[in-house]
C-alpha cells in the first residue's frame, strides 16, 4: 500500500518513520493564507490542503499536519524574520500558550478524508532580554510556529507542557497511530 507524507517538514519526517513503515515524501505547496479564525478549524483545513494538493493517480494513503500557536486569540505562523520572531518570543514570555495541529489522513482512491485536531498548551519561562537575543540569532525558531522549536535548543524557554509533546514538535504520533489503525492500516486492512 502506498503512503506518503504531504510534508517538508524534517520533523514530521522523524516523527513517521519511527512508526517502521516504508512512506514517500512530497512536499505540498498550498497558499497557507485562509480566512478562518477557530484554530481547529484552520490546522484541519490546512492539513486538508497540503493532503490534496500532492496526490497522483497511484497514490492510495496521504498524511498531512499544520501546526499553529495562538496567546490572546492571535493566530503565530513561522515567523516572517528575525525581527518578528523577537516579536513572537516577546509575546509568549511568561505566559502560557497553545500549539494546534491538525492531521489529516486521506484515502485518495476512494475520496475519504479523516481530519483530528490536537492542542497543547505550553507555559514559556520569563525570558531576559539575553535569552530572547541568543535563541533569535540562533535562527533555530524562523521555520517554526511560534518562532520556537520545543525539540531544540528552544527547550530552555519552555517551563512546562500541558498534553502531546509530538504535537509541539509538528505531528502527535499518537493520534495519527490511532486514526491509522482506525482503518486497519496496521493489518493491512486498508487496500481501497
Ligand atoms: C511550536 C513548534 C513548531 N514546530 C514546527 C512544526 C512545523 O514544521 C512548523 C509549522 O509550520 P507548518 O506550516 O505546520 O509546517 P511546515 O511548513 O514546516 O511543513 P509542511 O507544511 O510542508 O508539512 O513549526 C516545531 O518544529 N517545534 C515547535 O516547538
Redesign the pocket.
Known sequence: MSLVL???????SELLRTFGIPFVIR??H?D?CLDESDPMQL?TR?GEM?ARAVVLPADQWII??????TIDDIIL??PRDREENRQMLQMLSGRAHR?Y?GIALLNAPLNQIFLHAVCTS?RFRKLTTAMVDNYVASADGL????G?????S?AVLVESIDGCYDN????SRSHLYQMMAAQGFFEGKAEA
Open positions: 504531504a510534508s517538508a517538514s524534517p520533523r514530521r512536499p505540498p498550498v497557507e490546522v490546512l497540503k498531512a499536519a499544520d501546526t499553529i500557536v505562523g513561522k500549539v495541529g505550553v521555520d517554526k510556529a511560534g520556537y522549536g520545543i525539540q531544540g528552544g509541539v514538535v509538528g505531528l
